[in-house]
């Protein structure tokens, strides 16, 4: 049993997981907080998410992976998890999802389904266009966002904040990430930034996101009137974003050191639109 479940758990990387659910608990306190019962479906809502999408990945990009010398020891071209077991977790969790998001409220419920369909097709935007990096972004957005509607139940300005900051967040280090790839994505006819442009191109536009994502979340400060701790954090996350470029450039090809300075950026975030909404 353990070692199912840790199969599973490294095909959909639960670790990331939970590193995801600042996102999504942003958006609640943009909201104004909610009651015990809106936090436990609002985190259910997001874990089969990010199963869904990271199952959904994995079977589609299989054939990819498997020609691709970084990726070719993943879970599916490696044989430890099949096809047929991925789609199924893959729809087990988008379940999960949609009934997680009908216990909220009827908006969260609607939009489900097209979250359900963004998250199944993000995998493919990459082998039509270089936006694929800001198409993840938006499926990313979307957390903060389902957030506030899960405590609000209706539209309003308050949650694309968080939202623009994520999605631009996760397209810059999305081009980060890429650049892994650069040569392998021009010889499979796959698009991206970096082969698009080149590094240095990539660099400079990732670059611009990351400064878009820090000026989003300024502009939510303002929008909120928060308290100076949140510009606080806001600040922080700046200065994650300055020495992951910085250590990118300077470590080319070091994965850890993106993905570990990475992961400070979420909960630096909840943190200060915790402290804004005490």
């Given at each position: 049993m353990n070692t199912v479940f840790r199969k599973f758990s490294e095909l959909i990387m639960i670790e990331q997981t939970i590193?995801?659910?600042p996102f999504a608990y942003t958006g609640i306190l943009f909201a104004g907080g909610a009651p015990l019962r809106v936090w436990v479906l609002v985190t259910l809502a997001l874990f089969g998410a990010r199963t869904a999408g990271m199952s959904f990945n994995r079977v589609l990009d299989a054939d990819i992976d498997a020609r691709n010398p970084r990726t070719s020891d993943r879970h599916i071209p490696a044989g430890k998890v099949t096809r047929?077991?991925?789609w199924a977790l893959g729809a087990a969790a988008s379940s999960l999802l949609v009934l997680s998001a009908w216990m909220l409220n009827?908006?969260?419920f609607v939009l489900s389904f097209p979250a359900a369909a963004m998250l199944l097709t993000y995998s493919l935007f990459k082998r039509f266009s270089s936006a694929s990096h800001f198409y993840l972004g938006l499926v990313e957005a979307a957390a903060p966002i389902g957030g506030y509607l899960a405590v609000k139940?209706?539209?309003?300005?308050t949650p694309f904040f968080p939202g623009a900051a994520i999605m631009f967040w996760i397209a810059g280090f999305d081009i980060l990430y890429a650049l892994a790839d650069e040569e392998f994505d021009r010889r499979e006819g796959l698009h991206s930034v970096p082969a698009a442009l080149g590094r240095k191109?990539?660099?400079a536009v990732s670059a611009a996101c990351h400064a878009v994502s820090v000026a989003a979340l300024m502009l939510g400060g303002l929008y909120l009137k928060a308290s100076p701790v949140y510009y606080a954090a806001a600040a922080a996350v700046a200065a994650v974003f300055v020495l992951?470029?910085?250590?990118t450039r300077r470590e080319s090809g070091d994965e850890r050191a993106i993905?570990?300075?990475n992961r400070l950026v979420g909960p630096l975030i909840l943190a200060g639109a915790a402290a804004s909404s005490l």
């Amino acid at each position: 049993m353990n070692t199912v479940f840790r199969k599973f758990s490294e095909l959909i990387m639960i670790e990331q997981t939970i590193f995801a659910l600042p996102f999504a608990y942003t958006g609640i306190l943009f909201a104004g907080g909610a009651p015990l019962r809106v936090w436990v479906l609002v985190t259910l809502a997001l874990f089969g998410a990010r199963t869904a999408g990271m199952s959904f990945n994995r079977v589609l990009d299989a054939d990819i992976d498997a020609r691709n010398p970084r990726t070719s020891d993943r879970h599916i071209p490696a044989g430890k998890v099949t096809r047929f077991q991925a789609w199924a977790l893959g729809a087990a969790a988008s379940s999960l999802l949609v009934l997680s998001a009908w216990m909220l409220n009827p908006l969260c419920f609607v939009l489900s389904f097209p979250a359900a369909a963004m998250l199944l097709t993000y995998s493919l935007f990459k082998r039509f266009s270089s936006a694929s990096h800001f198409y993840l972004g938006l499926v990313e957005a979307a957390a903060p966002i389902g957030g506030y509607l899960a405590v609000k139940g209706s539209f309003d300005l308050t949650p694309f904040f968080p939202g623009a900051a994520i999605m631009f967040w996760i397209a810059g280090f999305d081009i980060l990430y890429a650049l892994a790839d650069e040569e392998f994505d021009r010889r499979e006819g796959l698009h991206s930034v970096p082969a698009a442009l080149g590094r240095k191109g990539a660099l400079a536009v990732s670059a611009a996101c990351h400064a878009v994502s820090v000026a989003a979340l300024m502009l939510g400060g303002l929008y909120l009137k928060a308290s100076p701790v949140y510009y606080a954090a806001a600040a922080a996350v700046a200065a994650v974003f300055v020495l992951q470029h910085y250590r990118t450039r300077r470590e080319s090809g070091d994965e850890r050191a993106i993905f570990t300075l990475n992961r400070l950026v979420g909960p630096l975030i909840l943190a200060g639109a915790a402290a804004s909404s005490l």
